[in-house]
């Protein structure tokens, strides 16, 4: 079946650091990827896509390639701020006929000043 | 303006009661969707509906019942409410999903007492 694999959290870092969330995903054929961000007490937004193999994501500073060998969609962000503190969700939808969005587990990032 | 919207946005209710969520898209999308968010922010599907028929249906208790009455609206109706339904429940639509993912609504926290 899809399943998605992220880095377990919580992941706490100083302002301006460099963020790595790690995310891997099982999937036949070639799945759209998806990061969506979730802030305290609110829905999930989708803050990046990328919709075929080596596709670059990017928005608000986040970036994400689709890398097929090794079905790898890592989020980055080069300097994090106060305010990017939320839970990070990694997803799929599966190419063929289904459409059902398949999430990971989620990594909550905390970001100190 | 808002795309899905949820109403209520918090329920608190006693073991054994029937409630209802609705949920709203203005966004024209031909598909909703009901997701259950748990304590640990673990994401899970419960059903998928596209123009008012039932595409995608969990292993969800009897007691949930999906209600699409057009394709803009799609309720949730859970009978006889346990102790272990205490979550939030997400909303969401989409149109094309493989290239635009879901859009959200902001969710409602359901508390079984």
Known sequence: GNSVTQMEGPVTLSEEAFLTINCTYTATGYPSLFWYVQYPGEGLQLLLKATKADDKGSNKGFEATYRKETTSFHLEKGSVQVSDSAVYFCALIPSGSARQLTFGSGTQLTVLP | ?113
């Not at chain 2, 795309?3 to 909703?32: F, R, W």
């Not at chain 2, 595409?55 to 102790?83: G, Y």
């Not at chain 2, 272990?84 to 999903?97: L, N, W």
Request: some cysteine; overall charge neutral.
């Open chain 2, 1 to 113: 303006d808002t795309a899905v919207s949820q109403t209520p946005k918090y329920l608190v209710t006693q073991m054994g009661n029937d409630k209802s969520i609705k949920c709203e898209q203005n966004l024209g999308h031909d598909t909703m969707y009901w997701y259950k968010q748990d304590s640990k922010k673990f994401l899970k599907i419960m059903f998928s509906y596209n123009n008012k028929e039932l595409i995608i249906n969990e292993t969800v208790p009897n007691r949930f019942s999906p209600k699409s009455p057009d394709k803009a609206h799609l309720n949730l109706h859970i009978n006889s409410l346990e102790l272990g339904d205490s979550a939030v429940y997400f909303c969401a639509s989409s149109q094309d999903a493989d290239r635009g993912g879901y859009t959200f609504g902001s969710g409602t926290r359901l508390t079984v007492v």
